[in-house]
């Protein structure tokens, strides 16, 4: 069994930053490509942030610049650090990651999403 869960949901006003962290758990054998992705009410899910198990980087169009993901590979964690909020940035932000098992399986693994509310 893995998981991964998300913590530092919360509340931030406009211009704001906010913390999140993906923590990935359970019989791993290693972990490729961490993500966020983002959901807001009525809209599909879209891509936030991926970083490879080699730091490549990749951002959706709308968070360039302001965003910035991280990880540790020891620990199997990943981190969204949000700069400049904005209310558009309202949304259930959700972690995935690509695990391979100790049992040699390929799974991709969802957290059930933190909160992020950006509003005056």
């Known amino acids: 069994q893995v998981q991964v869960v998300e913590s530092g949901a919360g509340l931030a006003q406009p211009g704001g930053s906010l913390r999140l962290s993906c923590a990935a758990s359970g019989s791993i054998f290693s972990i490729g490509h961490m993500g966020w992705y983002r959901q807001a009410p009525g809209k599909q899910r879209e891509l936030v942030a991926t970083i490879s198990n080699g730091s490549m980087k990749v951002y959706g169009d709308s968070v360039k610049g302001r965003f910035t993901i991280s990880r540790d590979n020891a620990k199997n964690t990943a981190d969204l650090q949000m700069n400049s909020l904005k209310p558009e940035d309202t949304a259930v932000y959700h972690c995935?990651?690509?695990?391979?098992?100790?049992?040699?399986?390929?799974?991709?693994?969802w957290g059930q999403g933190t909160q992020v509310t950006v509003s005056s």
């Open positions: 995935n990651a690509f695990i391979i098992t100790t049992g040699r399986a390929s799974v991709s693994v």
